[in-house]
Each structure stands twice: as C-alpha cells, then as structure tokens.
C-alpha cells in the first residue's frame, strides 16, 4: 500500500494511530457553503441546561427501580451519560442529515462544533459536565474503590477524546489505515 | 533566637491565613469534602487532584482554531501592486484558428428547418445535420396540437415543477412515457442536457463509487463531478475490463469493510462514437457485482428496438431490470426537456433532490403536448417513422462506409446519426494530428455544402479538453455527423451519400492535403 500524504501510518502493529488529513479544497468550501446545522446548536440557548436535566432525569429514573442503593444509582447515572455522551460527541461520524453531500463524512461532532477550534466556551462546558458529574460520583460513592474505578474509566473515555491532542486522531485496532 | 522568632510568626501568619480562609463563604463545605474525601486514600486523592488541576487549566486556556489560516498579511502598498498587476482574462477566449474559419463559414437557416432547409444565401439545401430523423416537426397533426396547447397554456408554465409549475400536461407526459417504455413510473426535466447532469448527484454522493465509460459524454461528465463521488473509469465498451474495475471495487470494499452505493453509467449510443452498448451483459455485471445502473438513452430514446423504446427493446432486456433510464424528448422526438423513467421510488426521489427539477421552470405546457403526441405518432406506426429511417441508414451507410477509401463509420448499424472517422491507415500514413484531422472534416463539410447538402462535424473538444475530472484522459476522434432523416425519398439520401463521398474524395485527394510520405517535424 502507498503512503497517500495526509494519513500516515504510525506503527505497524496491532494498534493502528493516524490523523484525519486535511480535507481537499473542494470539500472545505461545501463545508463552508452552509452552517453546520449538527453541531452548531451546542452553542444555542437551551443546550447547556439539557445536560442538567438528563443527568437529573436519569437518577431519578435509577433510584425508583428497586433494590439499587445509591452508589450503584450514581455509578449508574454517571456511566449512562459518559456512554451516551462518547457515542455522540465521539463514536458517531457525519452529519444525520442530508444538505452538504457528505462533507463532514470523516469527522465526528466534537471536531465539527466550532469548526475544530479547542477551548471554545461551548467545549469547556461540554468537558466540565463529566468531571463535575464524575467528581460528584465519587463523593457520594463515599470513596469506594470499586465504583471510583468502574467511573473514572468512564470519565477517562470522554475527557481523553475531547483533548486538543485527540484533534483528528483515530485509533484503529486490528484494521489498516483506511486507503481513503 | 532567631529561629524561634521566626517560627512564632510563621505560626501567626499560618493561623492568619486559616481564618481568612474561613471568613470566605463556602470554605467550610470545601474543608468537610477534601476531609471526606481523603479517607486515608492517597493515591486516589492524588488523582482527583490531578484531574482537578487539569480541568482548571482546561477552563482557563484561550481559544484557538485549528483550521489552517493560509493567507499571508499584505500591506495596502502590496496590494494595490497587486490589484494594478492584475490583468482579467477575457470573458470570452479567443478563437482558435478552427474555431474562427468555422465561424465564419457558418451557415445560417431561415424560416422552417426541415430535410430541406433555405439558408441565409438564398440557397435550400438538404438538411443532414438535424436530429429530426423522422420528420415530426412537419407533422400536421403535432402542429395543430401545439397550436391548441399553446393558446390554452400559454408559452411557459413560469414556475419550478414543485412551485405552481406543474400542470396535467405534464403528468400525462410522464405517464406516457413511463407506458411507453415499460416502467413504473418517469420524471420529465426540462431541459435534456441537465437531465443526466442532474440525476447523477441526485442518488451519488461523497464517498459513493461510480464506474464510468471513459467516452461518456459531456453531460454525463458535469454530473460526475458534481456527485463528488470517487469515479472509476473502464476502457470505452469493453466490458471485460469493466469486469475487471467492478470486481476490484467489489474487492477493496470487502477488504475495507466498507459499504457504500455502487453505481455504473454508460450510455446505450455514445455520443462521441456512436456505437451501441452490450445492455444484457451490462445486466448481468451489474447484479453478480451489486451495482445500480443509469443508462443515458439520449441517444438511443425513440430510435432504437422495433417501436423506438430505446437499447432495453433492441437487446430484449427488461426495462424494470435497468434502475435509471435518461432520455432526451428533444431529438427525434421535435419537443424539449429530459426525462429519467424507473422504479417509482427512484422517480419519487428525484422530485426534491434533482437540482435542476426542483430549480428551473417546468417544462412549457407546448413541448409536453409534443413529446406525448410524437411517441403516439411513433408508437402507432413504426414502420413509416422507424422503418422509413432504418432503410435511409442503409443506403446512407452503403454509400459511405464500405465505398470509401478515406472513412469509416463507427455508428452503430441502426443509429441515424453516422459518425465517419478517418481511416487508421490514413491517419498513421499522413501522420495527421487531431487538429489536421478537424481541418480536414471541416473542408469536406465546406465542400458538401457546396454541392447544397448540410453536414456537420462532431464536437469533441468540450469533452477532450473538459478539466473536471483530470484522471480522465480521452481523446473524442474527429468525425463527420450525418443525420439521416426519414423526410427525404431513398433516392435523395442515396444521391447525398454518394455527393457526401465524393466530396470526401475531393479533399483528401487535393494537392495540398496530400502530405503522404512527407515527413514533418
């Protein structure tokens, strides 16, 4: 296979690590032809609060079923909106909905709020939701070394790929570099 | 001493410190949660307090973009050097010596086109340069329907189709032509050169696979490049290397684990060759590999297979088997507009995303009536449109490719419109470029026009020297277009085919166009 610029190949090893390349010209001005509609709203009135509000919707959603103690509660709390945040910010590439062909088809929508730019008001809110919340866990987990691991990897898995350092990096297990 | 003294008001000071600390609101509850929250635990404290740290270092970062800003600062004196440097180029190139010598040689119809035409100069000549192959536009029937429509409808319907410009008018056109062909449902565009242009990026977009014929005409190229899809192209009808290219992509997404749509577009007469693509087997590739197909019947639409449905009746292929047909209402049909037939989903489809249906003015009321009534025309006599014009081409054909020295016909046997090329031999024997080749063409359709028969050239350079798609490299062979129309009598087609030949003979034997033997440089 031949080394096509942009993406090039760290290792040679199990773990693949390579760099989203900069999108062609032609790509960028489709990017630019219209806001991004998917990630533009994390800047808009409301979108902040809705945090809040799942986050309070899910505990007290797992402190009604029965037989779950309040650590399990929180640690359940927490790991639900680390998961549902990783998939949306992180896992989820593109944009759902179909008005600029496809333009943002390799980037996920953390690297599509703000146009990729880092520290960002919307992306320093967006960070220090799954601290607070993490650090809130923990304090009413009374410090139980079970449930401090099961929620620090958890907050690990969303701080980690919303650091300026994860910008377009994709980690690849088992799987070659893509061609294209 | 000393040491004691100092003691005593570090203690001060630490006590001092502490009950500042206290004053402060909410210390007390920070004070209960670091105490809390040590719990005899270091290590995990420690990476509390790591993350704590970083979280403020996080908060108190400036912004920065990563996007590369890629202009370079110029001061007010560089750029207004800058901006008196600046020549524009011309609106209009200018013209190539080809293009000037053609121009000024254009001739110009006046009144009624037809199989004989009256030209500016006062002199009626045989029209061989018109899709009018079978002389619909002198239909009285048509006309009269025309007439009626128009003083109904009025010139235009003024409107996007899905904006007030839709009228039953078109609704029947459609069905009629989806009942003509044999498919579920049909889509009528309003001009026939966008049709393709347009239904391309409808259904392809960025990431999808399009294999491509690399003689595809110049439409089917803007659509292309459009869909911003990655484009493989094949050999020009060889099929065996699209086999080849299907089976590569087919590989690679396997391998890659990628699922994209596939898509394969040809036409069913190309454009710049004339020749007729193999559908059946075009059928069968497409479904051992898992592609969609749009076939462009611009040229074959009302031309080909027993009542003119185009290559699906000609080859006897199912015309629901075909995912996309694109069609031209324009040629021999004597309306205007486009169309793109198939399942009803695909139609559907089309309504809001094809950009040049949801965004030009329908089709003007006049030119649906006409599309209607030609097909009915044609569909209800074949033999006297199709059967007329098939025998035109035969003695048209008889006269030209087998007699001639100098040319050969690469058209497809039953395609009206006969592109003559110059033979290989002769090419490679007076070492002739493309543009002595055009040269060449242009004199005898110069010297055809002298002895009152009108004949065009084929237009290849927008498609050889089209810069969209740069891994593209093909060369549109100069040719002679002759047209055959069912409007003029088996005695007058014979009579232009052998005047047509003899003014090939006339050129290609002056003295100096010989360059046999004569090396250049």
């Known amino acids: 296979m031949t080394d096509k610029g942009g993406r090039r190949r760290r290792s040679s090893s199990i773990l693949q690590v390579y760099h989203e390349p900069l999108e062609p010209v032609e790509q960028l001005s489709d ?16 979108a902040w609060t809705i945090h809040f509000v799942l986050i309070l919707a899910l505990k ?22 680390m998961i549902g945040s990783y998939i949306m910010f992180h896992h989820v590439r593109g944009v759902p909905f179909e008005f600029n062909g496809g333009a943002y088809d390799n980037l996920n929508m953390w690297e599509q709020i703000d146009d990729g730019a880092q520290y960002t008001p919307a992306k320093k809110f967006l960070l220090s939701v799954p601290i607070v919340l993490f650090l809130l866990s923990t304090h009413y987990t009374h410090y139980d070394l079970t449930y401090f691991i099961i929620n620090f990897l958890a907050v690990l898995a969303v701080i980690i790929p919303k650091l300026p350092y994860s910008h377009r990096m994709r980690v690849g297990l088992f799987s070659g570099v893509p061609e294209e | 001493m000393e040491l004691q003294e100092l003691q005593t008001h570090l203690t001060e000071w630490l006590n001092e410190a502490i009950a500042a600390f206290q004053k402060v609101p909410g210390s007390a509850v920070l004070i ?42 110029l001061t007010d004196d560089e750029i207004d050097e800058l901006v008196d440097e600046w020549t524009p180029e011309p609106l209009v190139p200018n013209m190539t010596v080809l293009e000037e010598m053609e121009s000024e040689k254009l001739p110009i119809i006046v009144g009624a086109t037809g199989p004989k035409s009256k030209l500016a100069n006062g002199r009626t000549v045989t029209n061989l340069a018109s899709y009018n192959f079978y002389n619909l536009n002198a239909n009285e029937q048509i006309k009269e329907k025309a007439i009626q429509t128009l003083r109904t409808y009025g010139v235009g319907p003024c409107g996007p189709p899905q904006f007030y410009g839709t009228q039953d008018v078109h609704m029947r056109a459609e069905a009629d032509i989806a009942n003509y062909i044999g498919t579920e449902g049909c889509i009528v565009y309003a001009q026939a050169f966008s049709t393709i242009s347009s239904v391309i990026p409808a259904f392809c977009k960025r990431g999808d696979i399009i294999v491509a014929d690399r003689a595809v005409n110049y439409s089917i190229r803007r659509g292309l490049e459009i869909s911003r899809s990655n484009i493989r192209w094949y050999a020009h009808n060889d099929l065996d290397d699209l086999e080849r290219v299907m089976a590569k ?28 693509n193999d559908l059946p087997r075009l059928i069968e590739l497409k479904e051992k590999y898992k592609f969609r197909i ?49 399942p009803k989903d695909v139609v559907e489809h089309q309504r809001l995303t094809a950009a040049s249906y949801t965004f030009s003015a329908a089709l003007p009321a006049m030119l649906a009536i006409i599309a209607s009534e030609s097909l009915h025309v044609i569909q209800e006599n074949p033999e006297a449109t199709l059967g007329v014009c098939r025998e035109n081409i035969r003695l048209m054909r008889a006269q030209l490719d087998p007699k001639s020295d100098w040319v050969i016909c690469t058209s497809a046997p039953e395609n009206p419109i006969l592109l003559l090329v110059l033979k290989p031999q ?96």
């Open chain 1, 31 to 46: 990017q630019a032809a219209l806001p991004n509609l998917n990630a533009n709203w994390v800047n808009a009135k409301g």
């Open chain 1, 60 to 81: 007290i959603i797992y402190d009604i079923v029965p037989g779950v103690s309040q650590e399990t509660s929180w640690t359940l709390t927490n790991i639900t909106y």
């Open chain 2, 32 to 73: 209960r949660y670091v105490r809390s929250s040590y719990q005899n635990d270091p290590v995990r404290s420690a990476i509390e307090l790591v993350l704590v740290i970083f979280f403020i270092r996080y908060l108190m970062a400036p912004a920065y973009s990563t996007s590369k800003q890629n202009f370079i600062k």
């Open chain 2, 249 to 276: 992509v087919v590989a690679e997404q396997a391998r890659t684990k990628k699922l994209t749509r596939r898509f394969l577009v040809t036409e069913a007469l190309f454009e710049t060759t004339g020749e007729m």
């Open chain 2, 294 to 342: 749009m076939l462009d019947e611009t040229w074959s639409f009302g031309v080909l297979g027993r009542t003119g449905r185009g290559l699906t009746e000609a080859q006897n292929v199912d015309p629901t088997q075909v995912d996309m047909i694109v069609g031209s209402l324009a040629g021999p049909l004597c309306a205007g507009g486009g169309f793109c037939a198939g």
């Open chain 2, 426 to 521: 002769v090419v490679e024997a007076r070492r002739l470029t493309a543009e002595d080749q055009e040269r060449l063409l242009q004199e005898v359709a110069d010297e055809c026009l002298a002895n009152n028969i009108l004949v065009t050239r084929l237009k290849g350079a927008p498609i050889t020297t089209h810069m969209g798609l740069k891994d593209n490299v093909y060369t549109a062979t100069p040719a002679l277009k002759v047209c055959v129309t069912s409007g003029l009598s088996k005695k007058e087609t014979e009579k232009a085919g052998i005047a047509i030949r003899h003014a090939i003979t006339k050129v290609m034997t002056k003295k100096g166009n010989n360059k046999l033997g004569v090396p250049t440089a």
